[in-house]
């Protein structure tokens, strides 16, 4: 089942969350709406489940499979929602709390209580919590609780599956594993699914495509490479991974940085001059003495070895903080120290003009 | 149930705490009610029984626990319409309205007891519109369940507050994406978390209509048998000297309403249990 929402605004008293959104979501796909807290990307996740009306609009429109959803309330929508902090009812058990959709149906279209029990026994052993369906929720970790919940939401058969920041309550270990878990269930059940987070890893790891949001607006869709590579606005960049931002100027395909930002924000400076060129810690290289006359000099400040890679923090002399990573081979050839003097050199980067991207190296 | 200290905490005080618990307790509610049945065993079963049996004391008896347990159903329904009305929607003057909710509490029971009668006798306000119909709200039965479902409201309405405040906005908004119905959504979700709310409310109204006494004697007329009330009836009976008789019928009201109470509570405190989803 596609989803289409084109035009759609939405704003609370005086704060915006949504200026005028247009996304498709294909069919089968799993979507990521990825942005920073007040981007927006729940309230969209809300306006497309019913659970939040958009602003009234003659343009805006909500599709299901081409089918107009505006004027269908929440119930009607089959949708699967599944909320951060589980929204399980209490005083069920996990079984009933999966079966509760299925029993709410009007007696016509309503399964018998075996077929209920045999479906909930299914989601039960699909969640790989076999065995707990008598427990209630007070007993069960954060992890299956978040599991049962989104038994729960399957358990109706929904038209498309829709994941508010699922994983945000929960500690680093279970939620790289939970989502794995999501990843290969969503290959075996291949349900349209939408799912928000502010993690960026969590994003680029498990979705089709990423929605990067920003201050109410889409910045970029794109799959996780591209949105990570190619980037089309310095917000995204900045969002998806840690950047340097230098002033400098770019001729004739090779880039001349001046020196870097004190601050790391780059928003200050884009389409000033000297422009803003931005580079990931992976783009620099370190160099002990200066060969091609490129590059500018730094001191060596501290050192991160606990990792596949050696993240290097060094020290410009405008007192600019740069972020390097380098092989641990490479590192070790450098035979870098805190307090050692080195020259920063850019192997790539990018120069943001207020409309159009330049992408250089 | 085993008897033993909760597990090592950090702040002291245990010791001293029980031990104000218990001489408080003892001092203001044990030892009257101890007096209070002493006195009456002192005139021997035989005359305890006679006093009793009595069917003016069993008239009043009955009457006392039937309008407050009529009273205090009235006020479960409407308070929990007022507390819900509060609690989840935003009008003007919404503050005021909550305020007032306060005020049988707050009133003299004497002052709402003149003001009850004013307005529901057959010329009043309200009871003009009854008297017609040759229903008469004062000097009635009648009487006695307004002035006691005045005097009740409070005690459910601030007692439900709390736990409606509680309810989980998303609980509600999962149930609608599950297809569930608004009524389904109240009957399946919100009303089993709210139960043991109502339940307390319902049981500290009733218990405030059994012992309620100064607004009562102005609405109900006082008629032996059939609008006298149980605490009414003590107080004659002290008027007249019998001080035995009096506390006979007070430990009748004390054991019944103790019990009635006690069941209420372990009736409030299963369905809790279940609420914590303790199986």
């Not at chain 1, 909500?62 to 119930?75: E, K, N, Y």
């Not at chain 2, 139960?195 to 032996?224: Q, W």
Request: aromatic share 10%; glycine share 8%; hydrophobic share 45%.
């Amino acid at each position: 089942m596609s989803i289409e929402v084109r035009h759609i605004s939405k704003s609370f008293g005086n704060f915006t969350a949504l200026h005028d959104v247009s996304l498709q979501v294909h069919d089968g796909e799993l979507l990521a709406l990825l942005g920073p807290s007040g981007s927006g990307k729940t309230t969209l996740l809300r306006i497309i489940s019913g659970l939040e009306v958009p602003d009234a609009n003659p343009d805006s429109e909500i599709l299901f499979h081409g089918q107009s959803v505006v004027d269908c309330p929440v119930r009607h929508r089959e949708v699967g929602f599944v909320f951060q902090h589980y929204a399980l009812f209490r005083h069920m058990s996990v079984a009933d709390n999966i079966g509760f959709g299925l029993r709410m149906r009007p007696r016509a279209t309503r399964p018998s209580k075996s077929e209920i029990r045999d479906r909930v026994g299914k989601l039960l052993k699909l969640i790989q919590l076999e065995g707990f369906g008598d427990r209630f929720p007070s007993q069960l970790s954060g992890g299956q609780r978040q599991r049962v919940a989104l038994a729960r939401a399957l358990a109706v058969e929904p038209k498309v599956l829709l994941l508010d920041e699922p994983f945000g309550a929960l500690d680093a270990k279970v939620r790289q594993g939970l989502r794995t878990w999501l990843r290969r269930l969503h290959d075996e059940i291949h349900l349209t699914s939408v799912l928000v987070t502010h993690d960026q890893d969590e994003a680029l790891e498990v979705a089709d495509r990423v929605v990067v949001m920003n201050q109410a607006r889409i910045e970029q869709v794109g799959t996780p490479d591209e949105v990570f590579h190619h980037p089309q606005t310095p917000f995204v960049m900045e969002f998806l991974g840690q950047v340097n931002v230098f002033h400098g100027r770019v001729s004739q395909g090779k880039i001349e940085l001046d020196d870097p930002f004190v601050s790391e924000h780059a928003n200050v400076n884009v389409g000033s001059s000297p422009p803003a060129v931005y580079a990931r810690p992976h783009e620099l290289d370190i160099q002990r003495e200066s060969t091609s006359g490129e590059g500018f000099y730094a001191t060596v400040k501290r050192l991160h070895l606990a990792g596949p890679i050696a993240r290097v923090l060094l020290e410009a002399e405008n007192g600019g903080d740069v972020q390097v990573h380098l092989s641990l081979e490479r590192f070790y050839e450098l035979a870098l120290q805190p307090g050692v003097a080195a020259f920063v050199v850019p192997k790539n980067g990018r120069v943001f003009e207020a409309a159009s991207k330049m992408k250089l190296g | 149930m085993v008897w033993r200290f909760k597990k090592h905490s950090v702040l002291p005080g245990f010791g001293l705490t029980l031990g104000f618990t218990v001489f408080y307790l003892s001092l203001i509610v044990l030892l009257p009610l101890t007096a209070l049945c002493l006195k009456s065993t002192s005139m021997g079963w035989a005359v305890f029984w006679e006093t009793v049996s009595h069917p003016r004391v069993w008239a009043s008896c009955r009457l006392t626990y039937e309008t407050a347990a009529i009273a205090a159903l009235i006020n479960a329904v409407g308070g929990f319409i007022v507390a819900w009305c509060l609690v989840r929607y935003d009008f003007p003057l919404k503050r005021v309205f909550d305020a007032m909710v306060d005020l049988p509490f707050a009133l003299p029971t004497a002052v709402s007891g003149i003001a009850l009668t004013t307005i529901y006798a057959s010329s009043g306000l309200i009871g003009q519109w009854f008297a017609p119909w040759d229903i008469k709200l004062v000097y009635s039965r009648w009487g006695i369940i307004i002035a006691m479902t005045f005097i009740g409201l409070p005690f459910v309405v601030r007692t439900l507050q709390p736990a409606l405040e509680d309810l989980d906005k998303e609980n509600e908004e999962a149930a609608a994406c599950l297809g569930a119905s608004r009524w389904q959504t109240f009957r399946f979700v919100i009303w089993p978390t709210i139960i043991p709310a109502l339940l307390t409310g319902f049981a500290m109204a009733f218990a405030r209509g059994l012992g309620e006494y100064g607004s009562i004697v102005f609405i109900s007329g006082n008629m032996p048998m059939k609008t006298e009330i149980a605490s009414l009836l003590i107080i004659t009976k002290l008027e007249q000297h019998d001080v035995a008789g009096a506390t006979s019928i007070a430990v009748v009201l004390l054991v019944s309403s103790f019990v009635l109470l006690l069941s209420i509570n372990l009736l409030q405190w299963w369905s809790s249990e279940r609420l914590r989803g303790v199986s």
